[in-house]
């Protein structure tokens, strides 16, 4: 009888302390489900907006610009093509966007006139710049030596890439050759088609408009040209955010740039597809042009640390050229997203 009373004793005491157990495990699951819940959730953006120049800076985005056209995309975009950096500008100061494709140097002077209300996140174009020719007589750097080179962008990219390039090649850009500055790409391509200028550099895809059906001849790649003689990539187109976008949607801001990494791959492993896109799109006129392009357009993304780590070498090339053309000052790290 006394056992009995034992187990009966101890099977009560066990069932208690259970019980205890359960009641605590519970109270402790509820309490964590609230703080869960208590949790602000991210909103939605409920449509993205989208800047991009045309050309290069805007190939790389043709795939997303389709699908979203036929609602395959995660999110609502609304996409502008405009032609010049000086159409970008005005509405990247006013905040009329969350994200825009832009030059590099572009990029760098918006930050500091908007007083850093920007952040670059990627890199989505390297070197797209040619030297081309009517003729035969450019085969390297040093041939250009005494020669008129009419060239576009100066006072951007351009400009600051061709000097460096010479000078590293011990050519003075301001007494062993003639640069010429044309104001519009297009006007360039046709002198050089005309064969009324024989040696022009000029960014794809006005260089496929320019050899296209013409016994024009890409005499050097200058993004060749310029690895030979520096250790930092080529950078010269860029993705930037509007900081107030990238706090309160950095989710959005994440699958976006997964979006445009799927639609970069597609353009580059897909180029008669991706030419037609590019084209509809209104970022070149012509598929054909495009297509012939899109190998020499070096486009991509990249993000983190090697981008900003590209991006600040290639600023500080610029900046030591001539600091106007990166906005009077290099950007601080609050810049690099």
Request: hydrophobic content about 40%; proline content about 4%.
């Amino acid at each position: 009888m006394k056992n009995t009373k034992k187990l009966l004793t101890l099977a009560l005491a066990l069932i208690m302390a259970l019980s205890v157990f359960v009641f605590a495990s519970c109270a402790k699951n509820d309490k964590t489900e609230n703080n869960v819940n208590k949790q602000p959730k991210e909103e939605t953006p409920e449509k993205i907006r989208i800047i991009t120049l045309a050309g290069p800076t805007g190939m790389g985005m043709a795939k997303l610009i389709d699908d979203d056209k036929n609602e395959k995309a995660k999110y609502d975009y609304e996409f502008t093509i405009s032609s010049a950096p000086d159409q970008v500008s005005p509405e990247v100061i006013k905040g009329n966007y969350d994200i825009a494709c832009v030059p590099v140097n572009l990029a760098s002077n918006l930050y500091n006139k908007t007083g850093g209300k920007l952040g670059v996140v990627g890199i989505n174009t390297l070197g797209v710049l040619y030297m081309l020719e009517n003729g035969n007589t450019i085969n390297s750097v040093a041939d250009l030596k005494g020669k008129t080179i009419y060239a576009t962008g100066q006072g951007s990219n351009p400009e600051y890439v061709l000097r460096y390039i010479l000078e590293k090649n011990n050519i003075d850009p301001e007494k062993d050759v003639t640069i010429e500055f044309l104001a519009d790409h297009a006007e360039l391509a046709t002198k050089l088609k005309e064969n009324k200028v024989a040696i022009g550099m000029l960014p794809e895809p006005q260089v496929t408009a320019a050899t296209m059906g013409t016994s024009v001849r890409i005499a050097l790649d200058m993004t060749e040209e310029w690895d030979k003689v520096s250790d930092h990539a080529l950078v010269q187109g860029c993705i930037i955010v509007n900081n107030d976008f990238a706090t309160k949607y950095p989710t959005a801001l994440k699958k976006f740039l997964d979006e445009y990494k799927a639609s970069v791959d597609f353009v580059n492993n897909n180029v008669d597809e991706a030419s037609t896109l590019i084209e509809a799109a209104g970022i070149i006129p012509k598929a054909a042009i495009a297509k012939k392009a899109i190998p020499n357009c070096n486009i991509c993304l990249v993000t983190g640390e090697e981008m900003a780590t590209s991006v600040k070498n290639m600023l500080t090339l610029l900046f030591e050229a001539k600091p106007d053309s990166v906005g009077g000052k290099m950007p601080d790290e609050k810049f690099y997203k």
